[in-house]
């Protein structure tokens, strides 16, 4: 793996990359409040070993990339998914499979609407639809354990390393599906990761600023990317019927359901996910 650190539309934008740069690439999206380091070490090992040249990057306001004052608002979603093409700039990748959790999946969905010619596939991983914050969709809202778990940091000294731990610790449990095991020692490792890397761990909820856009309202169906969408059926932050609504408005897409999944990217999921998406990108590897 080799990271880079990249000056992406006049900004600092971090990288990481797996496997042989000759291959087909991935750019790997994560979602909000969260780094790079969510999509694990051995997980982008496992998809670059299956023929991938694998990517993973910071967000703006996360890990090694720029972070701006915590509780500004100084970009919109449209300009975290020129990033993810400024990536591709960057290494000099014509085309790349889009792989997108969570923020990350609606970042992937304006790369395809705005940009079709750079993107190969889609996936969409425990998603929702990028649209207007007022549609009438009805989806049902996220959990209020995790609503309430976010006001409460708002009191927490954010000073004190092993507290700070402790409640993203426990934000990523209250994601877990009822059919997962938790993995407290894997998740610790990756919250340690986070907070050592972080250039202002507190910026990272800038993302909480981010609004819908009714630019994109009714505009998926004009996606060209054949689409794989992945949802759990236990996931608590966007639950089910938000990955079941994509499958409604993006034409040429497939649903792979994770039963008792939550809204994460578990270990026990990889190899169904890895294979699954194996199979959906090798569809356009060869054409």
Partial sequence: MTEKIFKINGIDICTESFGNPTNPAILLIMGATCSMVYWDEEFC???????????????????????????????????????????LDAYHIDKAHLFGMSLGGMIAQIAAVKHPERVLTLTLLATSIIGSDNNTRDLPPMDERILTHHANGKHLDWTNENIVAEYLVSGSRLLCGSKRTFDEKRVYNQVKQEIERANNLLSMFNHALLQGDDAYEGVLHSIQAPTLVIHGTDDTALPFEHGLALIDEIPNSALLTLEGAGHEIHPDDWEDIIHTVTEHTAKIIEK
């Fill in 45 to 87: 090992e496992q998809l670059a070993n299956t023929g991938k040249f694998v990517i993973r990057f910071d967000n703006r306001d996360v890990g090694r990339s720029v972070a701006y004052e915590p509780g500004t608002s100084n970009y919109t979603v449209t300009n975290m998914a020129e990033d993810a093409i400024g990536v």
